[in-house]
Nanobody
Framework: QVQLVESGGGLVQAGGSLRLSCAASGRIFSINVMGWYRQAPGKQRELVADITSGGSTNYADSVKGRFNISRDSAKKTVYLQMNSLKPEDTAVYYC???????????????WGQGTQVTVSS
């Protein structure tokens, strides 16, 4: 059984930084895309950033130049370094990963439980 466990969320002042981590565990053969989504109250969930197994990255326009996504394949972990945080970054952040649990089967999209990030003004 695959699990994604996030850490690093919390309260930070505007202009500050946080680093989110998400570690995958369980029955895992390979991981394709890993990424971060966020959802603020009353708003749709949106992609923040993702990264492929080949290292290609994608960022939402609102976080370009401020956030950086990376991954450690050996640790099956994805990171989101968040700098110059703004109050509008406040949201629940969800880890996402496209994981193949065993050989010769399709991959499946897994989600973490979410971690709260609050940026005070």
């Amino acid at each position: 059984q695959v699990q994604l466990v996030e850490s690093g969320g919390g309260l930070v002042q505007a202009g500050g930084s946080l680093r989110l981590s998400c570690a995958a565990s369980g029955r895992i053969f390979s991981i394709n895309v890993m990424g971060w989504y966020r959802q603020a109250p009353g708003k749709q969930r949106e992609l923040v950033a993702d990264i492929t197994s080949g290292g290609s990255t994608n960022y939402a326009d609102s976080v370009k130049g401020r956030f950086n996504i990376s991954r450690d394949s050996a640790k099956k972990t994805v990171y989101l370094q968040m700098n110059s945080l703004k109050p509008e970054d406040t949201a629940v952040y969800y880890c996402n990963a496209d994981i193949r649990s065993r050989p010769w089967v399709p991959s499946y999209d897994y989600w973490g439980q979410g971690t709260q990030v609050t940026v005070s003004s």
